[in-house]
């Protein structure tokens, strides 16, 4: 069975990229195409990320071993998505303006932000693999905990870029909290001796 999920997901996963891609060939990406396409690749970024963190609750709730299979294809699709982010920014932004970039990143805390969970990412995703697993130990399991901080940090990130709706940041944090709030609660119940059932 998850011979067939994983590349049904793996496709599914390629889907808002391609979708940008033919858009924008086809002119469909409205007056500023740039634009659509930092941001559409920010929130996918952010949408793996949230999606990789849920796969341990959804593990819980339903038992089956599938969602934790897909956790690390789903968490390198948001590496994927944030490099994707990185380089419209780098490239069709700022034109590979070394000089502007690095004031950005000094001067814009959305920046400052962004730019520590992509580096926070970066070991995540170059230790994905089932050798670097074995190679770290118990030390793998403290590293990929940074998932979390990378999370709150992508969630920082948009909420001080948007100037005025606050609506879908919002979202996003209320997403992460519960996300939080299941993992956090089974512990806390075991702790006070209580049944988390
Ligand atoms: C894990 C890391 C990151 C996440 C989760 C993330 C997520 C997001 C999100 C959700 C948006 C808003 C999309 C929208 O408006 O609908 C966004 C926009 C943006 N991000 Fe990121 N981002 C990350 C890293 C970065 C990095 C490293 C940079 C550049 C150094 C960056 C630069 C930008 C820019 C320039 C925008 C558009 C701002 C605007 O249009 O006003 N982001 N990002």
């Known amino acids: 069975m998850l011979r ?12 808002p990229l391609v979708m940008l ?9 409205g007056a500023n195409p740039f634009e659509v396409l930092t941001r559409s690749s920010g929130e996918w970024t952010l949408r793996f990320l949230l999606i990789t963190l849920a796969m341990t609750p ?18 390198l ?14 490239v069709l932004d700022h034109f590979f ?8 990143i000094i001067k814009r805390p959305y920046i400052t932000f962004g730019m520590l969970a992509f580096i926070l990412l970066t070991p995540l995703a170059m230790t994905s ?10 030390r793998w399991k403290s590293l990929h905990k940074l998932i979390y ?21 919002v979202i996003y944090a209320i997403i992460l909290l519960v996300l939080f ?17």
């Not at 891609?21 to 990406?29: G, P, Q, S």
């Not at 959804?58 to 968490?75: I, K």
């Not at 070394?98 to 950005?104: G, R, T, V």
């Not at 901080?149 to 940041?169: N, T, Y």
Request: proline share 5%; glycine share 4%; hydrophobic share 50%.
């Open 77 to 90: 699709f948001s590496f994927f998505y944030v490099c994707v982010h990185l380089i419209t920014y780098v």
């Open 149 to 169: 901080v990378i999370a709150i940090l992508g969630v920082l990130h948009f909420f001080l870029l948007v100037k005025a709706d606050l609506k879908e940041p």
């Open 58 to 75: 959804l593990r819980q709730l339903t038992g089956s071993a599938w969602p934790l299979r897909l956790r690390r294809m789903l968490g």
């Open 97 to 104: 303006d070394w000089d502007e970039i690095l004031l950005d």
């Open 129 to 138: 693999t089932k050798k670097m697993m074995k190679r770290l130990g118990r």
């Open 4 to 15: 067939l999920i994983k590349p049904i997901v793996f496709i599914l996963c390629l889907l």
């Open 21 to 29: 891609f033919v858009n924008f060939y086809h002119d469909e990406l």
């Open 181 to 197: 709030a299941v993992r956090i609660k089974p512990t806390f119940l075991l702790k006070s001796g209580l049944n988390p059932q």
